[in-house]
């Protein structure tokens, strides 16, 4: 269920200060530091000695110590020291390490054992600009990662969980407008665009900036490998091209923790955070409660064609991963 060769964000850069920080990725406990140049460092987070955890070692330099016996690790996860007795390094003693870049204060880890290729990191630009405000958070969601895509790649969820917040009133937006359309393309990656053509008010979220007055409202999410997704949000006077108005971008990455956990970090411009943590996350993890495997096909559910971008997305996923695990047999 997971691709390794693939970015996910490992945090936020301004949470990683002096000391370590833990992640749970993948099942795996991975510790992160900043190394002696100040740039993150990403290892296995548990000791193969006695099995203590790194996070809570002792940096020195580029190097951790484990906080039970002592013994030192490099950055290359290799055990470097043993400050006992004879002072030799048994073979085993190391630790995979991994790759991590801190870009537009967004930390991406890279699991895989194929070398990283900065390139595919997204494009997160806006989060340096100056004229957006945006809020970065956390939320940890007990549901399968791919629960959480669905709910982020099929917003027709929102006049319905959304009502009072990011939605607006089911009669008067997507769902209910005649002029609803919806669009799904892939160009490696996958897009679902909604666009409501006059809509007769917008959604609470631009009610402050666009007062009551209809325009044309646009949901453009966009989805790549392995799970990280942007959307945009757009009001723009009727008819007008979608540049125009008043737009609101967000990050969603998601990070499978385990099969049934998921780390949600997400970044928006003046946006309502409760949308997320009080509307969309306890439905996902009520919904991933009344499931009977992991494998949402398994459950035999029944499909909309709004389900499309969520099914593409699972798709072209599952594919990379059978690739991946067919290229490590
Ligand atoms: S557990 Fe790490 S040195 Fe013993
Ligand atoms: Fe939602």
Redesign the pocket.
């Known amino acids: 269920m997971y691709l390794k060769n693939s970015w996910y964000c490992a945090g936020w850069a301004k949470d990683l200060a002096d000391s370590p920080i833990s992640l749970k990725v993948m099942d795996k406990p991975i510790v992160i530091y900043r190394g002696a140049n100040g740039k993150p460092i990403a290892m296995d987070g548990i ?1 193969p ?4 955890p790194l996070v809570q070692g002792k940096v020195q330099g580029d190097d951790i110590m ?1 906080p ?4 030192v690790y490099n950055k290359e996860g290799q055990c470097i020291l043993n400050p006992h007795a004879d002072g030799k390094i048994p073979p085993n003693a190391k630790v995979n390490s991994y790759s991590i870049v801190e870009k537009d204060g967004v930390l991406w880890l890279w699991m895989g054992d194929s070398p990283s290729d900065e390139s595919l990191i997204l494009d997160t630009a806006w989060l340096q600009d100056d004229a957006y405000a945006e809020v970065t958070g956390y939320l940890h969601v007990r549901a399968n990662y791919q629960m959480v895509m669905d709910n982020l790649l099929d917003l027709t969820h929102a006049p319905y969980l959304h009502a009072d917040t990011v939605g607006g009133d089911p009669e008067l937006s997507i769902g209910a407008q005649l002029e609803f359309s919806f669009d799904v393309s892939e160009d490696g990656m996958i897009h679902s665009n909604y666009l409501v053509r006059g809509m007769k008010g917008p959604t609470p979220l631009f009610e402050p900036w666009w007062g009551k007055n209809p325009g044309d409202f646009r949901a453009e999410m966009r989805w790549k490998a392995a799970s990280s997704l942007e959307l945009d949000i757009r009001m723009s006077p009727l008819d007008a091209p979608k540049t125009e108005g008043i737009h609101s971008p967000s990050f969603h990455f998601l990070v499978p923790e385990s099969e049934t956990t998921t780390h949600y970090f997400y970044a928006q411009a003046e946006f309502s955070r409760r949308a997320f943590e009080d509307e969309d996350e306890p439905m996902i993890q009520a919904c991933q409660e009344n499931m009977t495997s992991i494998d949402l096909f398994a459950n035999d559910p029944a499909i909309l064609q709004s389900d499309v971008a969520g099914i593409q997305a699972r798709r072209m996923l599952a594919k990379m991963i059978k690739a991946e695990n067919q290229e490590t047999l």
């Not at 000695?49 to 203590?52: C, L, P, Q, T």
């Not at 039970?68 to 013994?71: A, E, F, I, N, P």
């Open positions: 000791c000695h006695r099995f203590a484990c039970y016996h002592g013994l």
